[in-house]
């Protein structure tokens, strides 16, 4: 069956490879690529963030580590049980309410993210470099201001 004739013309001008979400997903595709390729060990990007931002801002709960770094519930709960199996992380109860884990680095998850760090600044930098510095810094404002909710 032949796809009916479109007639209006406001939709004939609507362009997939210039809508923000193709463009969006097109340059998410290419960081991944770079990073699963530049990282040198097995972690997921968001292994890495959730290690990343234990490091940087310390131990917290599950709840928050998730706010944090974007993910949603069902996406954080996997990356801890990852990252536990892995021996990268451990929890503990919050002093302050013992329904609540408290996430914290181990000794090794420490030493391993602090190790990727460096890598992580790299991989930034290779997933920016067509860009000029003005406009990685406009981008990386740019995409900073539309991902607030």
């Given at each position: ?49 959730a290690l990343a931002s234990l490091f940087t801002d310390g131990p917290t ?89």
């Amino acid at each position: 069956m032949a796809s009916p004739k479109r007639t209006n013309s406001s939709m004939s001008n609507y362009r997939l490879e210039k809508q923000i979400g193709f463009l969006l997903r097109k340059a998410h595709q290419r960081h991944r690529s770079i990073f699963s390729k530049s990282i040198g060990v097995k972690i997921a990007t968001t292994q890495f963030a959730a290690l990343a931002s234990l490091f940087t801002d310390g131990p917290t709960s599950q709840n928050q580590l998730g706010r944090r770094t974007a993910m949603d519930s069902a996406t954080i709960t996997g990356v801890i049980d990852r990252l536990l199996q892995r021996g990268l992380v451990v929890t503990s109860a919050s002093p302050d309410d013992d329904r609540l884990s408290i996430i914290d680095l181990t000794a090794e998850g420490r030493s391993l993210i602090e190790g990727l760090l460096p890598r992580g600044e790299e991989i930034s930098a290779s997933t920016l470099a067509p860009l000029t510095p003005e406009e990685r810094e406009t981008l990386v404002r740019l995409l900073g201001k539309i991902s607030e909710f």
